[in-house]
């Protein structure tokens, strides 16, 4: 008798097929799920709690000042990729990231792409996120976006899509991590019934790739935070430690002789690898926003002579702009000459008439998001909207069209989640991580986020979304490439 | 290292040792102030407020000293800065800081110790005793975490300067209060669970018995406390901790800071207890805070606000 409730119509579901049988990937622990009792569920579930919040997993959220922190809702069924599907994935995400860093190697360089007219020249050169000051500046490997996370949905066709790259900052790997520590420890019998890829080399991944960065023989890396009130400074942290290299803030660092020095207890130091988790716009007081009080003066300069790398490069921003985002398959055929492996949502870009009066006709049916937002804030879910939030909405992309873009609503798929009313199908996508070095490394998975409300497409943390972690089944055993 | 995180480290241990210390002197004058034999039990409830000099501060804000007023002001006031409660804040916060450098077992044991006293605080608060035995035990345990798991590097280092420092610190103070206190007393009986009272808070009864065989008098007492380095919070012991610390560190730094502690831990090596009686006991324990004070600024001045 299964405890796992059936999923909805017409929503795909990664662990059912329908109510009773489930797929493949999932045979053996859908078999051991129903043997168990929810009441032992619940009971582990505490236990995890207990467990995260004693480690101290936490994260801010904006604009809490009182200092509160907060859990991540873990969820511990499960997401289950079977081998064969994850290759798939992972062929796609080297092309996809390769394409996206030769992007922007030519718009900083030559430009080719604009001459060919492929992609729109002003969209490009007038976007915010566009630096001038990386213009013409020749990067070790031509490297630029050292670690992409790239969010993937799965649609009620039964495929994947791509629904944004994050090519600035992008977070949440340690709770790839810790999900899994927390699995293995929870539920050991699990693992030795299934042959998990394992990813907990993903640190030692990241340090290899930042070195590589770096033309110095035996780099000092550090990893640069914003400080401890920052949402994700457990992360921070968290890698600076499982690394191994120096959690540095602005005010450790200063700009000395040409080179940036970190402030030692045995004098300054040299710093040749910057990991940073700030935003372009605070990184140098001197170029950027002059009220930063996260970065450090100078250090553009510094950047720029070469005598620094930044991890990721200044300016990616503009590669990962919703507004460039259809372009993305454009540049996969440009660069590589190769046909796209991962699919783009349809999308609409509002600044084209034609499109902005399709959109407004179908505010009803369409996500309508900010060109620049991030974290679920400004956007518009049409189905899930009220008629007055549609109108107000209808009035800003009215008066700022070039602002906004439209896609479909997709169905994500759903994943059975331990919710209030059972077990129960939740909303998923998946974040995996893509570090490119010397050589492109991936660990098998990601970050499955899932929306824990019942019908909610919105997985992102800061509204209310959990986490879950991946499972990429080793069918064949296999050699893996960047195993440590 | 950088400084930032130096400077860190040292600030929570200092802080957790203050917090320990202050829950051994709670716990010390508690049970002194239900001795019949003693001096009046508000005399003895002072004495910790007088050691932390914050006796002022507290007749501010309470009419009596009685045993809950203590209780509420040490342990749990979070608007006084010397209270455990505030302490082991800071000392978290600190940790949360450098969480990249301390190893996870310590910081979960500090985190979780944190997370037992806010649910403690909202609760019923536990009897002065067991909160009492409760600190000490997680200042145990955050100390074994620390000695078993941590790598012998200058993360190390800054904690055993914090700590000792702090330490020397405290063990002076008891003694400077317990001093002046003895003066005024004549009874032989009293004297006795005057300073076994001041052994047992600096958890050197033991061995204080084994050194001196049941003889317990202001003198076996200071010689102990001041020039034994086998009493792990002896004043001299703390000095040799604090120097072999120093010149762990890596790096010239630190030269000032150096000095005065190789000077100062020079003469409790060759000083005798009766050179330090004739000079004055009182005034060799404010010389020794002193020098302690400015051995605090050289670490602060030299490594922690350093480049």
């Known amino acids: 008798m299964s405890n796992v409730q059936p999923p909805q119509p017409g929503i795909p579901d990664e662990m059912l097929v329908d109510a009773d049988t489930p797929r493949p990937a999932y045979r053996s622990y859908h078999a051991w799920l129903s043997r168990v009792a929810e009441q032992e569920l619940r009971a582990k579930r505490s236990e995890a709690e207990l467990l995260f919040q004693r480690v101290g997993i ?24 079977p081998a064969g599907e994850w290759e798939t994935l992972e062929r796609g995400l080297r092309q996809r990231v390769a394409a996206l860093n030769a992007f922007l190697g030519d718009i900083y360089g030559e430009q080719r792409i604009l001459q060919a007219g492929l992609v729109p020249a002003d969209l490009v050169l007038r976007n915010a996120q566009y630096q001038v000051a990386m213009h013409g500046l020749a990067l070790p490997r031509s490297i630029y976006a050292h670690i992409a996370g790239i969010d993937l949905v799965r649609h009620s066709d039964g495929n994947y899509y791509v629904l944004e790259d994050n090519l600035r900052v992008p977070s949440g790997v340690s709770y790839m991590l810790e999900n899994r520590r927390m699995m293995m420890r929870l539920f050991p019998e699990l693992f030795a019934e299934h042959r998990v890829a394992p990813v907990e080399h993903y640190p030692n991944l990241l340090l290899r790739t930042l070195r590589e960065a770096s033309a110095v023989d035996d780099p000092n890396v550090v990893v640069l935070t914003p400080g401890r009130f920052n949402s994700a400074y457990f992360e921070h942290a968290f890698l600076a430690r499982q690394m191994g290299v120096t959690l540095v803030e602005g005010q450790d660092l200063f700009v000395r002789g040409g080179f940036v020095h970190m402030r030692t207890t045995s004098g300054p130091r040299r710093v040749d690898v910057i990991y940073r988790r700030i935003d372009d716009a605070f990184l140098d007081p001197l170029a950027f926003r002059a009220d930063s009080m996260l970065g450090v003066p100078g250090l553009l300069s510094v950047y720029r002579a070469g005598n620094v790398v930044l991890a990721n490069a200044i300016g990616t921003g503009v590669a990962d702009d919703k507004s460039m985002y259809p372009y993305v398959p454009e540049m996969v055929r440009f660069y590589l000459g190769e046909e796209p492996i991962l699919r783009n949502v349809p999308t609409w870009c509002l600044r084209r008439p034609e499109d ?27 189905p899930a909207a009220s008629g007055e939030e549609i ?12 602002n906004y873009i439209a896609q479909p609503t997709l169905s994500l798929s759903t994943c059975p989640t331990l919710v209030e009313e059972g077990i129960a199908p939740r909303h998923i996508d998946l974040r995996p991580f893509v570090l490119s070095g010397s050589t492109t490394r991936i660990v098998p998975g990601g970050l499955t986020r899932v929306a824990l409300k019942r019908g909610s497409l919105v997985v992102n943390s800061s509204q209310g979304g959990g986490t879950k972690d991946t499972w990429v089944l080793a069918e064949d055993p296999r050699t893996e490439d960047g195993t440590c | ?30 049970s002194m102030a239900m001795m019949p034999a003693g001096r009046s039990a508000e005399q003895e409830l002072a004495a910790p407020l007088r050691v932390t000099g914050t006796l002022g501060a507290f007749r501010e804000q309470h009419a009596r000293l009685t045993v809950a007023a203590l209780y509420q002001y040490l342990a749990w006031d979070s608007t006084h800065p010397a209270s455990i409660y505030s302490c082991l804040r800071v000392a978290r916060e600190n940790a949360h800081a450098v969480r990249g450098r301390i190893t996870t077992e310590m910081w979960e044991t500090l985190n979780a110790t944190w997370l037992e006293l806010n649910r403690m605080r909202s609760g019923r608060h536990p009897a002065l005793k067991p909160f009492c035995d409760w600190v000490k035990e997680r200042s145990h345990l955050w100390r074994g975490a620390t000695v078993g798991t941590l790598a012998r590097g200058d993360a190390f280092h800054f904690l055993r300067l914090g700590t000792f420092l702090e330490r020397a610190d405290n063990s002076a103070r008891m003694l400077e209060v317990k001093q002046l206190d003895a003066a005024e007393e004549g009874s032989t009986l009293r004297d006795y669970y ?9 958890g050197a009864l033991e061995s204080h018995q084994d050194a001196y065989l049941g003889r317990i008098d202001a003198d076996t007492v200071a010689e102990l406390l001041i020039l034994r380095s086998d009493t792990p919070r002896s004043l ?37 207890l009766a050179e330090l009686r004739t000079a004055g006991l009182d005034r060799f324990l ?19 606000e350093s480049a």
Not at chain 2, 18 to 23: G, P, Y
Not at chain 2, 286 to 304: H, K, Q, V
Request: proline content about 3%; some cysteine.
């Open chain 2, 1 to 30: 290292m950088l400084s930032r995180t130096a400077a860190d480290l040292f600030w929570l241990s200092r802080y957790l040792e203050r917090a320990e210390n202050t829950a051994r002197m709670l716990d010390v004058a508690h």
């Open chain 2, 236 to 272: 001299r012991s703390c000095l040799e901790e604090i120097n072999s610390t120093l010149s762990n560190i890596e790096g010239p730094q630190g030269r000032r800071a150096k000095g005065i502690a190789r000077t100062l831990l020079t003469q409790l090596e060759f000083g005798s």
């Open chain 1, 58 to 81: 936490t994260f801010a959220l904006n604009g809490e000042d009182d200092g509160a922190e907060r859990l991540i809702p873990f969820d511990f069924v499960p997401r289950i990729i």
């Open chain 1, 356 to 382: 902005l009066a399709y959109v407004e006709e179908h505010l009803g049916e369409l996500v309508v998001k900010e060109v620049h937002g991030a974290g679920g804030y400004g956007m518009l879910v049409g």
């Open chain 2, 194 to 202: 005057h300073w076994s009272a001041l052994l047992q808070a600096l």
């Open chain 1, 391 to 402: 109108a107000e909405f209808r009035g800003r992309i009215r008066r700022d069209p070039h």
């Open chain 2, 286 to 304: 404010a010389d020794f805070l002193g020098t302690i004070d400015r051995i605090g600024s050289g670490i602060r001045e030299e490594y922690l």
